[in-house]
């Protein structure tokens, strides 16, 4: 699997971003992908998920700021982000994996799904990483 992000680039806080990761090479219609980010000195932190039916995760600080999409006639993820932060600079990678046991883990009766899809230890599959810096 081949993954191209693209859409990075600077805007002042408030402002709006979308991300764009172009995805090649899936073998199975059954896959999860997600958007990772790192900021300088820190850990890389798993920002939102998507199964390829359209369920979704997202870390507790973008709920309500950003959405996470995907197209599968396009085979492009999205991640829109909007009201931004300073604290959202960073490296942002668009990451998939396709392993059937880790997108069935994600469907937890009663809990939700994404129970791990936030992890990055659980992606096989890396894009090169695309800068987002937010100005205050």
């Known amino acids: 699997v081949q993954l191209v992000e693209s859409g990075g680039g600077s805007v002042q806080s408030g402002g709006s971003l979308t991300l764009s990761c172009a995805a090649s090479?899936?073998?199975?219609?059954?896959?999860?992908m997600a958007w990772f980010r790192q900021a300088p000195g820190k850990e890389r932190e798993g920002v939102a998920a998507?199964?390829?039916?359209?369920?979704?995760n997202y870390a507790d600080s973008v709920k309500g700021r950003f959405t996470i999409s995907i197209d599968n006639a396009k085979n492009t993820l999205y991640l829109q982000m909007n009201m931004l932060k300073p604290e959202d600079s960073a490296m942002y990678y668009c990451?998939?994996?396709?392993?059937?046991?880790?997108?069935?883990?994600?469907?937890?009766?009663?809990?939700?799904?994404?129970?791990?899809?936030?992890?990055?230890?659980?992606?096989?599959?890396w894009g090169q990483g695309i800068q987002v810096t937010v100005s205050s």
């Open positions: 090479g899936f073998t199975s219609n059954s896959y999860c």
């Open positions: 990451a998939a994996e396709e392993r059937e046991e880790f997108f069935l883990r994600q469907h937890t009766p009663g809990v939700g799904w994404g129970a791990s899809a936030l992890e990055d230890y659980e992606y096989n599959y």
């Open positions: 998507i199964g390829s039916a359209g369920s979704t």
